[in-house]
């Protein structure tokens, strides 16, 4: 056999004990782990916890398990939503006198859930509006990305808790590619073939009765394309302007995409005898403005969205403390009291069993909105202490688990 393993390695070597010259689907491994939310696929996939740390592993024709290893790690590098391939085993030993196929090892995603958990356990208030949204915004970025996908669908896409919406993240790769640029042609057939898809998917959670009545997957399906296409054409077309509005119709353009969750890569402009011709050319990678703000503050590591949330609240406080200590605080100063006098305390509150509903940052936005909402229903702002105290007791208790933990039981067979 031959394991071919990106870094770090240590994470690698503590997997080389499983019983990789058998069949995945009989492995009896105490490494074994059932995980309640994750999708369905068409190949044998088992997940592992070593050394407190979650993988799955997925059993797939050799070829494509070594195309889909190096792609992933493009993409990876790209900073793009995919998830984080370790390694692949190839050259496994024969089985049973028949030859078996490589085994593709990603590491878990942490509070990913599949379309189908999401509808069936409530993680979101419009489960269809805002997966349809995530997953058009993937497509559009793995497309900027130069990425044809190939299979686009909610069954091989993950999703996660966002700040209170989810964000999308991008989990097979068998059949994409990566091109310096799409055509129009190939970024026609995977939208389409999306669509296509999605219907589907939202026919079949129709029949389980997992989809609100409400809800036409014709409709839906039909407004992917659609959405695409607004979203597409917003951060990729051009603009002709008359040079006396050129500042701030520049401006402008670029906070919309901002707004939109984007970052501005480059700006062109280009001088005609019509006018100056805008180009705006859009970051690829998941924008990190304010999450990369956010970690030099306060050493959090969280998503774009919940950075923006985090960093209002740190604002807000150091407002706070300004007010109260009479004189200017550095916003160094601000985060790192924030830090450990509101976030680290909020979060020492969540009592161990209920550690894997959802992630500590996510958890800090859910407080702040309930912080909100019972600010408008007393009339005063109640304060993060007891906002936190009563969500922790009433709301986090009935949230569904979204976290697979390490040291659990055995996989029963």
Known sequence: MRFIFRPPAEHAAGLLSLPWHEPLEEWQDAHLLEVAHRGISRHVVRFVEVDGHVYALKEIDERLARREYR???QLETMGMPAVSVLGVCVERPAAGGLPQD?????????YSMSYRYVFSHGHAARPTVQLIDAMVE?????????LFWG?????NTLFRPDAGSIGAYLVDAETAELHPALSDGQRSFDIDYAAERVGGELFDLQSGGLLPEDVDPVEIAAELPRRYSALWDELTREELLNPAEQRYRVAARVDRINELGFDVDEIELITTGAGVRLKVHTQVAETGRHR????????LEVTENQARRLLNDLRSYRGYLEQKEGRAVPETVAGHRWR????DRVMARIPEDLADRLEPAEVFHEILEHRWFLSEK?????????AAKAYI???LPRTPSTLTLPGGDPLPR
Do not use: Q
């Not at 993937?138 to 130069?146: E, S």
């Not at 007393?378 to 007891?386: P, Y």
């Open 378 to 386: 007393a009339g005063k702002d109640v304060g993060t202490t007891a």
């Open 393 to 395: 007791d009433a709301i």
């Open 292 to 299: 990369n703000r956010l970690y030099a503050l306060t050493g």
């Open 138 to 146: 993937l497509i559009v970025r793995l497309h900027l990305a130069g």
């Open 102 to 110: 490589a085994i593709l090892v990603t590491r878990f995603l942490d």
């Open 340 to 343: 450990a006098e509101v976030y």
């Open 71 to 73: 792609l992933l790690g």
């Open 151 to 155: 299979d686009c669908s909610l069954s």
